[in-house]
């Protein structure tokens, strides 16, 4: 029994001497702390608190302010379309010709049958003036002088029948030139020469831009608050960096009970033309009220990888302290924290993504 027990102290005693020996001799002593980890040098920015106005977000696709197809008065053979697709045309300008011979010759023969109306009538009227003095003197009758009277009216009546008749002609012939309704741009043109054409056909398609207009349709929450004269900004796609001023100057009083939207009608000066019918934009109706909004530098947010939500670091006590937050569309430089920083925050700028939280921080 002796023998057991002085052989189990005996390897105890080895195995703490073993462990003493194989003992790393550099360690740090009992009591001592481990070294800090060396600061990261960093650039910092206080967040920006400015009063915004409060907007309504909405979608909608551009529309002419006019569109005319327009069609001739009279039918006819086109003899020329003098007019492109894409083309500038004014108020007035020709975009189609007709076939006017025959409508010129009506116009020559009532202008004949006036010419003919009008020596009958002045024949009648010098008649009548030199037998005034006679009817004085008893050489004709009255009766005759009344006979003449009366030749003198239904001439004249004739002369204004045929003068109507030539202003009809002279209409049909000015109807064979088809004119633009208002300034504007070729959108189609249907037609070519030879072409036979009638009063329900369409020579061209004008389109007027300038100003332009934008079918927005708003949500029924919405609704209210929306007012003739609100400012709207809009963007599209082929100018993403390019924001277009406007204002609201119609609203349908109709919630659409499909959709439950608001047709809102915004109108849009476009004077370089970048606006297009049929352009889908994205846009935002400016309330009169305002809201608090904090900002921070672009380069201050991250998203790490595999995480739903942007973050931001804080310097906070000489320590880098990670936020996540929720953000607004950028702004140009700045990026509109909707939630997560407060008013005084100061955001790390200086390589976000690289920091950890807690890490210490000198701040150049």
């Known amino acids: 029994m002796c023998q057991v027990r002085c052989a189990s102290g005996t390897l105890i005693v080895l195995g703490l001497f073993i462990v003493a020996c194989g003992r790393d001799k550099t360690a740090t002593p009992a009591g001592t702390a481990a070294p800090a980890a060396a600061p ?16 309504i977000q909405a979608t909608g696709t551009f529309t002419a302010a006019e569109t005319s197809q327009v069609s001739p008065q009279v039918a006819g053979q086109i003899v020329a379309t003098p007019v492109n697709v894409g083309d500038t045309v004014h108020a007035g300008d020709v975009i189609g010709r007709l076939d006017d011979l025959n409508a010129r010759a009506r116009l020559a023969q009532a202008m004949a049958t ?94 007027r831009m300038q100003p332009i207009k934008l079918e927005l349709q708003v949500p029924e929450a919405d609704a209210a608050k929306i007012a003739i004269g609100m400012p709207v900004s809009v963007q599209v796609a082929p100018y993403p960096n390019r924001e277009f001023l406007g204002k609201v100057t119609a609203k349908n009083p109709a919630i659409n009970p499909e959709s439950r939207a608001l047709t809102v009608v915004a109108e849009f000066r476009n004077d370089d033309l970048a606006l297009n019918p049929g352009m889908f934009a994205t846009a935002a109706v400016r309330l009169a009220e305002t809201k608090q909004v904090i900002t921070v530098p672009k380069q201050a947010v991250f998203t790490p990888a595999g995480s739903p939500s942007p973050e931001v670091f804080v310097a906070q006590d000489g320590k880098a302290r ?4 929720q953000t607004g569309p950028p702004q140009g430089d700045v990026v509109p924290v909707t939630s997560g920083l407060q008013p005084g925050d100061v955001v790390i700028t200086t390589n976000p993504d690289k920091l950890y939280d807690g890490q210490p921080i000198n701040v150049r």
């Open 40 to 55: 990261a040098t960093v650039t910092t920015a206080p967040v920006v608190v400015s009063q915004q106005p409060v907007t």
């Open 114 to 207: 006036l010419q003919q109306a009008q020596a009958t009538a002045a024949n009648a009227k010098a008649q009548a003036e030199r037998s005034a003095s006679l009817v004085k003197t008893g050489d004709i009758s009255a009766s005759d002088f009344q006979t003449l009277t009366t030749q003198v009216a239904t001439a004249n009546a004739q002369v204004a029948q045929a003068q109507a008749q030539v202003t009809l002609a002279q209409r049909e012939v000015d109807q064979t030139v088809v004119r633009a309704p208002f300034r504007g741009h070729v959108s189609a043109r249907p037609v070519a020469a030879g072409q036979y054409v009638t009063t329900a056909s369409s020579i061209a398609t004008i389109v």
């Open 322 to 325: 990670l936020r996540v937050i």
